[in-house]
């Protein structure tokens, strides 16, 4: 082969050339016929330059040729600045496929990158903290943090535009992710991870071009507090009311204190020659955000959390709760906060827990109610005014003032939210139970009947947050990758957003709810919802044991109506029992479809729709009353016929797992 010849091969585009079968490994080509030198060159195929023809015929030649595996032939470094242009939920995607992919995107580094290209303008605050410590060590907590966080908000009312109208906070850029919500009457007060609250103007104001209603920040509010602990307000529905925000903080010489374990050997209020102050109690005039009252309590009592509750429209109740599981009550005249002048006044904290016989691990309350969840899951309410005790409690148990009712229930109680004059709680099983009044259908059980005892709702749903309120209750739910609000009792002026008339059974709601949802909040303006995750403080619950066999469901439907009876007197648990007559009802139902197909008449039997009655077509208003069919009212009867035998399947299932768990308990 000539010179020419060789270079006008050279010139010819790769894509042009006509393809011939090349070997696996290599490809050895002489750059000289004379023999003067000869050298081996290897060729590398790369599969995306290949035409789709070209590509079939590598693939029939070479049964191992995987285009999945030239990515895994990649170093780490290449595969994690890849990893870097991914958004969240791809990065999750990628991790699910190999241990290849997850080691890589499990390390510690890859996550710092993350942070840092999607979170440049972010500044630390309190680098020598330990929450920012332990931040640091793994990246990717910070990482989902700022991914998660978020104030979301929707206007309530009777008004169209406010209640479709949804907006969000975006100016959150300062916030280490989010831990609470506070809304008071004129701004939103936010408390996030690094012990920082921040404050939020709660006046609407519209947008010229989008015509929405927005929040506006209010500047001289970006950094609120330092090294806040708590913060609270008065609880009722209406936010006129709630006129006054209290907030716990500590010092920074307490707070690293703290990390030393609890001993009284030591002086108390001095390390060295410095006296400590202990935590405080401020309280702010919501409206102009100034300081009106200040309560320095003893070094030696730390607090961790505090909840106020209101007796009248001016004497408040205020419970701390201190890290060694104690709660102890603060009675105050908000009336007075503003007129004390430079005297000030002595307030007495009266211990409200030592009935309890063990520790406290959260506190909730609401008006003239407050809730105390110890750390063995058992629920206590301590009730403050007669009324309030025979909704909840009913009218066979004894009225005590200033004594603790415990709520029985087996299972251990993770979370509880006490509304107006109800309340609901969630067990460590994911199941949600609902006690107290029941005259606007606010617990959800299908009718209008107080419960003095707990009684289950949402079945099979997978619970994420339970609020009541007033006078109807709000729960989050997963449904399948999003999830969902339902709500259950009144719907007035827009407390249940798409259902303006209520229910008295847990419905869909016309609201968005982010996945990291962590807490709901609402007054009779708006509502908020605060996302943020922190895999530090997720909530575990346990798996119930599985009652239902598809392979035993299937065997149940092939058998016939005198096989099933057999097997119903077999049976010696009630479910199965249960599961053997709804196997029979749905046999009767398809003999009866079937009938009727066979006769020319087909009527079907709609079990989960209600019954529709056509109405007679007359020029003249008639009088008489249009009977349903015999078949339409044999179907509406079956329906619910089944309907029943749910409910009692799933009471049995219920009945069952409280006695499981009474028996482990036993054991234990």
């Not at 309280?283 to 030696?300: H, I, K, L, Q, Y």
Request: hydrophobic share 35%; with cysteine.
């Amino acid at each position: 082969m000539d010179e020419g010849a060789e270079n006008w091969e050279q010139r010819i585009p790769i894509r042009k050339r006509k393809w011939r079968p090349i070997p696996d490994d290599a490809v050895q080509t002489s750059t000289a016929d004379s023999g003067t030198f000869s050298r081996t060159k290897q060729i590398k195929i790369d599969p995306k330059k290949l035409r789709p023809s070209t590509l079939a015929a590598r693939k029939s030649e070479n049964a191992d040729f995987n285009l999945g595996s030239l990515i895994l032939q990649l170093p780490n470094e290449i595969l994690g600045h890849i990893i870097l242009h991914l958004k969240p939920r791809d990065i999750g995607r990628l991790a699910s496929t190999c241990t290849r992919f997850h080691s890589v995107i499990d390390q510690n580094h890859l996550w710092m990158l993350l942070t840092r290209n999607h979170y440049p303008g972010w500044r630390t605050r309190s680098p020598g903290s330990e929450l920012f410590a332990a931040s640091i060590e793994k990246w990717k907590r910070e990482y989902a943090v700022h991914y998660t966080k978020g104030i979301r908000y929707q206007l309530l009312g009777s008004s169209g535009t406010k209640r479709r109208t949804q907006c969000s906070i975006t100016d959150n850029k300062s916030c280490y992710g989010y831990k609470k919500l506070c809304c008071s009457r004129d701004h939103v007060f936010a408390l996030d991870l690094a012990s920082c609250l921040h404050v939020y103007r709660s006046r609407w104001e519209r947008e010229p071009i989008t015509n929405e209603f927005v929040y506006r920040r209010a500047d001289w509010h970006i950094e609120f507090a330092q090294n806040v602990v708590d913060v609270t307000t008065d609880p009722r529905y209406d936010n006129n009311l709630r006129r006054y925000v209290y907030v716990l903080t500590q010092s920074d010489r307490m707070k690293s204190r703290r990390s030393q374990p609890n001993t009284r050997s030591s002086p108390s209020g001095s390390v060295g020659d410095n006296p400590i102050a202990g935590d405080k109690i401020d309280v702010f005039d919501e409206r102009t955000c100034r300081r009106v009252f200040n309560m320095t309590f003893d070094p030696e009592m730390r607090f961790v959390s505090m909840k106020l509750t209101s007796v009248t429209s001016q004497q408040k109740t205020l419970y701390i709760l201190t890290d060694a599981g104690k709660v102890y009550s603060l009675h105050l005249f908000e009336s007075s906060l503003l007129n004390l002048g430079s005297e000030g006044m002595q307030v007495t904290l009266k211990s409200a827990s030592k009935t309890l016989g063990e520790k406290v691990q959260n506190v909730m309350t609401s008006v003239g109610v407050v809730g105390f969840l110890t750390e063995s899951g058992k629920l206590h309410l301590l009730v403050q005014r007669r009324s309030e005790f025979l909704d909840i409690f009913g009218h066979e148990a004894p009225f005590r003032v200033g004594i603790p009712q415990v709520i029985r229930h087996v299972a251990k109680v993770m979370s509880c939210s006490i509304g107006d004059r109800h309340l609901g709680f969630i067990d460590e099983y994911n199941r949600a139970f609902m006690v107290g009044n029941n005259r606007k259908g606010q617990l959800g059980t299908g009718d209008r009947i107080d419960r003095s005892t707990p009684v289950q709702v949402l079945y099979g749903k997978t619970l994420r947050l339970l609020f009541c309120s007033l006078n109807h209750t709000l729960a989050v739910v997963e449904h399948g990758n999003e999830c969902e609000m339902l709500g259950t009792g009144c719907g007035h002026n827009g407390r249940l957003p798409g259902n303006s008339r209520g229910s008295v059974d847990f419905v869909h709601l016309d609201i968005k709810i982010p996945w990291s949802v962590r807490q709901v909040d609402s007054h009779k303006e708006s509502m908020f919802l605060l996302s943020c995750y922190d895999m530090n403080h997720h909530i575990q619950y346990k798996e119930p044991p599985n009652q239902d066999s598809s392979q035993h469901l299937q065997l149940l439907a092939m058998k016939s109506q005198q096989e099933l009876l057999m097997d119903f007197k077999k049976a010696s648990n009630i479910i199965e029992k249960i599961k053997v007559i709804e196997a029979m009802m749905d046999r009767f139902t398809r003999s009866e479809e079937l009938k009727q197909t066979t006769t020319g008449q087909k009527v079907t039997f709609p079990l989960k729709q209600q019954l529709k009655v056509s109405k007679q077509v007359s020029s003249k208003p008639s009088a008489e009353k249009v009977e349903p069919s015999p078949e339409n009212r044999c179907s509406e009867e079956l329906r619910l016929l089944r309907h029943a035998v749910e409910q009692l399947r799933l009471e049995a299932e219920r009945v069952e797992l409280d006695k499981k768990i009474v028996s482990d308990q036993t054991k234990g």
